[in-house]
């Protein structure tokens, strides 16, 4: 009898229902591959604007009528089942977490990924579930506050929207940092975002956050709520707004806030740095975790065969840190 492998495939562009069940043939690891079983993967707003196509913009690369690779999910956490017989980091037994990325797929039993891509050793103290999303709101905050926002002990950090994925690894970071954080939720999330290292929480619809002569070295805005502009009267001097979110709004004070004083406004896609990098920085956020510097924050863990509703939820935009599905 065939092995086979479960995943979930997007026929087309469309709403959560969109996603199908699929029976597929267990994939053979090349000879820089690995195969593993998956035991968590995230579902992330990532995850949800590729099955949508969205922004429109991104459709040369993830397929101009359909996805152009068709399954669904990209962080995960698993254990190897074979190599392929030119893997050295890797052998079966390992537990190892990591991300697709363009390859998808992770929403799935099983996976093939190069050992060179953005893969890594699980430490036993640390869960699948924790694991599978590393790649997503943590990483990603990560890069923007370390790399693009250079923050430093003794910064002002404004975090706008503290309580999701981006923004609950964001709070934790910036205050293993040492900076002083401000950060905005909901009134529902204030405890949640304060218990996370903010002096300061700010109910997200009070204008409050943004006041003029605020004086943050660092505005991180993991939804994109604000735009350079509302954010610039509140920068300190040199202070850097960082936003994850692209859009074509945003792009020209992307590309040109460098030409006129000394306020920035800064983005990168993190997926598309180079693993190495990406490799090395998640080996740096394992040391924030094993020094209780830093916690992955879970909200609702659903079983692989529904991941329709899991869609659903992150769609709903009201997480609370991060959602996997097992
Ligand atoms: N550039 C990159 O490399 C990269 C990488 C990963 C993700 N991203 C992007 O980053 C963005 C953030 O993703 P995420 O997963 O962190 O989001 P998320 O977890 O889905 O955000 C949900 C949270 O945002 C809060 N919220 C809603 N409206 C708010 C507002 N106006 N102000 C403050 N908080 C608000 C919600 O609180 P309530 O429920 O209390 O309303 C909820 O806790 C997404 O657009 C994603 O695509 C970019």
């Known amino acids: 009898m065939t092995a086979t492998r479960t995943a979930w495939h997007i026929p087309r562009y469309g709403r959560p229902e969109i996603l199908t069940p699929v029976t597929l043939p267990m994939p053979q690891p090349g000879p820089k591959e690995v195969l593993i079983r998956i035991h968590a993967s995230a579902v992330t707003r990532a995850d949800g604007m590729m099955r949508k196509g969205e922004p429109l913009f991104a459709r040369p690369f993830l397929g101009l009528r359909r996805p152009r690779n068709g399954l669904s999910g990209t962080g995960l956490s698993g254990e190897v089942l074979a190599v392929g017989h030119e893997v050295s980091r890797f052998a079966p037994g390992d537990m190892v977490f990591g991300e697709a990325g363009m390859r998808f797929g ?47 002990s003794g910064d002002r950090v404004l975090i706008l929207g503290g309580a999701g994925s981006l923004g609950s690894a964001a709070v934790q970071i910036a205050a293993a940092l040492g900076a002083e954080v401000t950060a905005t939720s909901s009134a529902r999330n204030t405890s949640f975002v304060a218990s996370l290292g903010a002096t300061r929480v700010i109910d997200y619809s009070s204008e409050e956050a943004l006041q003029a002569g605020a004086g943050f070295d660092v505005i991180f805005d993991t939804l994109g709520v604000a735009s350079f502009s509302a954010a610039r009267p509140a920068l300190a001097e040199a ?52 020094q209780d510097r830093l916690t992955p924050v879970l909200d609702r863990i659903y079983p692989l065969s529904d991941l329709i509703e899991a869609h659903a939820y992150v769609e709903a935009g009201h997480k609370r840190g991060n959602v996997v599905v097992v």
């Open 106 to 152: 992770a929403n799935a039993s099983h996976i093939c990924l190069d050992e060179d891509g953005v893969l890594m050793p699980k430490p036993d103290s640390l869960s699948h579930e924790d694991a599978a999303v590393l790649c997503d709101g943590v990483l990603t905050s990560w890069h923007f506050l370390r790399n693009l926002g250079e923050v430093q």
């Open 239 to 290: 202070g850097r707004y960082l936003c994850p979110v692209l859009t074509l709004r945003r792009l020209p004070a992307i590309m040109f806030s460098s030409l006129v004083g000394r306020k920035r406004a800064l983005f990168a896609a993190v997926g598309l740095e180079k693993p190495p990098r990406l490799q090395a920085m998640l080996s740096e956020i394992l040391t924030q975790i094993d």
